[in-house]
């Protein structure tokens, strides 16, 4: 890299190029054989898992009691607004690689590799999680012994460790990451069975649970009530902590909230659709119809689970760390706990397959992009499938789920995640109000047929005053002008959103300075959204649109960056660290290799321009046009 590359900044800002070549099977590259039920399972699979099975019970035993179908309800509705983002963004740029290709082509190369460079930390965690969740319901399969045996044998005393290095589950990874190395359509095919035999398991389930309901559980007030817990030890309200007020919200509409941020958790995944852009039959149908019916899918199965399993047992009893089992041995069907202990082994397995399919994708569009080694985006001429990139993750996400303790790494993988469905609305955004086509293709016909107008394709094309411009432009179609207008509103709505959510995340007692803030704030957010609404869309998009632009990518803002803020500064800091590795990598290797920096046709009309005087400058591929009486420095955006 020369000094005048890195003084110029031009890394930070250059896009990735798409053309009509991009969107056809390659025959070195990927092959399209998935279906829309193919990516429904997957789908379905990556988020149906640890959710209804682990995370369940502790959110009614510790914040929304029986009203938890209210905070899945929240949740379905709050991941819904991200994935119709993830929706409009994969039907128009059906590619692999996720958000990480949606920021390449619409923001830029740097933020993209970090983004990519966060999923490839989520997926690896994800996936160590759930192979861990899996391992650890083998062990209460065997009574215990694998737990017993490691523990005495091999302990590890080491802070951030596991208590012993958990064998099991660096097996489970191993031999998924076989199962990806036969063939996307073998292995994809296993998923279908195995998402079918998990949603057959839990409907058979809440059927059975109806028979054994009691609407009083939603009803009970447990003070001065004991029970029996299902360690066999006494509990009352005071020991357990648990009982709160009674009733159908006992920790209140607190508790509720809190509730659908801790299930919001349970809807990640959804997103591993958008990574087989390019192993898809028609990708612009497939989807966005891929991630309506896994939404819609896991959203009603989580509704109807809790529902039955609060209806069955009093809140306040359940087990926070396996709920169904417990539910049926409280009302004595020991033949539907077997059944739920086999249910959460499928659905788990799947789970694991389903989390670890776009991890290796995404690492194979970055090297593919120049922005990784390139051996990692070496296809297996057989399979056609990404295996450097799939053994590689895989070894490291089995490290992760052996040797770690996954309780303190779990929240980093919900950062990566969060950032991702933030910046992919914002990327809806930016495209919805982009002028249709390519500047920098125009810039270049103009030059061919009359360069002297190519002022008038880069230079503010509206004589409205600004006010105008804000709220009633004349402007029918997007222009470069409105297009830089959102651009900007777009990033002072993210300012304001930040400020809103770590006011509101951090303060207990509000004051009347925090209210007016907030208040002031909230206002702000308001008229700018107004101003977005009141520019010029792109009325061309002949796919899926996201509805309710501008609001619907700002509240689906608002709601990660929250969860963001409420995240602890220690897992920040880790995040941060894995921040600063990427960015070395990116320095060092990524900014230099890069596909659209070896690229020789990009045009850069820099330094000045001109309607007398024209040169071109072959060596750099730009247009110079020198104007005596005026100068204007125009780069790509």
Not at 23 to 36: A, F, M, Y
Not at 53 to 64: D, M, N, P, Q, R
Not at 110 to 136: C, H, K, P, R
Request: glycine fraction near 6%.
């Amino acid at each position: 890299m020369t000094l005048k590359s890195i003084l110029n900044f031009s890394f930070l800002y250059r896009k990735k190029t798409l053309n009509n070549e991009d969107e056809k099977t390659d025959s070195n590259g990927l092959s399209r054989v998935l279906g829309l039920t193919d990516i429904s399972a997957i789908g379905i699979s990556s988020t149906l898992g640890s959710g209804i099975y682990v995370l369940a019970g502790s959110v009614i035993a510790k914040y929304s009691g029986p009203s938890i179908m209210l905070s899945f309800l929240i949740a379905g509705i709050a991941t819904f607004l991200s994935g119709l983002s993830y929706a409009e963004l994969g039907a128009r740029v059906p590619k692999s690689g996720s958000a990480y290709v949606y920021i390449y082509v619409t923001i830029g190369e740097f933020l993209a590799f970090m983004m990519g460079w966060d999923l490839i930390l989520e997926y690896i965690i994800g996936t160590a999680s759930v192979s861990n969740a899996l391992s650890q319901y083998i062990d209460k399969i065997t009574g215990g012994k694998i737990k017993s045996y490691l523990s005495s044998t091999i302990p590890i005393n080491s802070p951030f460790l596991g208590p012993y290095p958990d064998f099991v589950a660096f097996g489970l990874v191993i031999l998924v990451t076989c199962l990806m190395l036969v063939g996307v359509k073998e292995s994809a095919m296993m998923n279908k069975i195995f998402t079918l035999l998990n949603i057959t398991v839990l409907s058979f389930i809440t059927i059975v649970g109806i028979t054994k309901i009691d609407a009083t559980n939603w009803t009970k007030n447990p003070q001065n009530t004991t029970w029996i817990d299902s360690l066999g030890e006494n509990q009352t309200c005071n020991s357990s902590g648990r009982c709160g007020n009674g009733g159908f919200m006992p920790f209140g509409i607190n508790g509720l909230i809190t509730g659908a941020a801790k299930c919001f958790y349970a809807f990640i995944g959804f997103d591993a659709i958008a990574s087989t852009g390019e192993e898809l039959k028609n990708p612009k149908r497939n989807i966005p119809l891929g991630i309506l019916i896994t939404l819609l899918t896991t959203a009603s199965l989580y509704c109807a689970i809790s529902i039955v399993i609060t209806l069955m047992v009093p809140y306040y009893i359940i087990d926070p760390d396996t709920p169904l089992p417990h539910a049926f041995d409280y009302v004595n069907l020991n033949w539907a706990k077997n059944l739920v202990s086999f249910g959460a082994i499928v659905s788990l397995s799947t789970c694991l397959y389903a989390g670890m399919f776009p991890m290796p994708r995404i690492i194979y569009s970055m090297a593919s992009d120049g922005l990784l080694f390139k051996f990692f985006a070496n296809i297996l001429p057989k399979f056609y499938t990404p295996y450097v990139s799939s053994i590689s993750s895989g070894l490291c996400a089995a490290f992760f789920a052996a040797i770690f303790d996954l309780n303190e790494l779990v929240e980093m993988m919900s950062i990566g995640t969060l950032i991702a469905y933030t910046l992919v609305s914002i990327c809806v955004l930016i495209l919805r109000y982009k002028p249709e086509g390519d500047l920098n293709e125009k810039v270049k016909i103009m030059s061919k047929k009359d360069p002297t107008k190519i002022i008038d394709l880069v230079i503010d094309d509206s004589d409205d005053h600004l006010l105008k411009r804000l709220f009633s432009p004349s402007n029918e179609k997007p222009s470069r002008s409105s297009s830089v207008l959102v651009n900007y509103v777009s990033f002072l709505i993210i300012i304001h959103l930040i400020i809103i959510s770590i006011v509101i995340s951090n303060t207990e007692k509000f004051e009347k300075f925090t209210e007016m803030l907030v208040i002031i704030l909230i206002f702000n957010v308001f008229l700018l959204t107004f101003i977005i609404w009141r520019q010029p869309q792109n009325s061309n998009i002949q796919t899926f649109k996201t509805p309710l632009v501008p609001i619907t990518p700002i509240l689906s803002s608002l709601i990660n960056i929250y969860l963001m803020t409420t995240l602890s500064l220690t897992t920040w800091f880790r995040f941060l660290i894995w921040f600063v590795l990427g960015l070395v990598i990116y320095i060092l290797y990524g900014s230099y290799n890069s596909k659209e920096n070896r690229k020789k046709d990009h045009v850069f009309c820099k330094p000045y321009i001109s309607k007398k005087h024209q040169t071109r400058d072959k060596k750099m591929g730009s247009l110079k046009i020198e104007n005596e009486h005026s100068k204007i420095d125009i780069t790509e955006f």
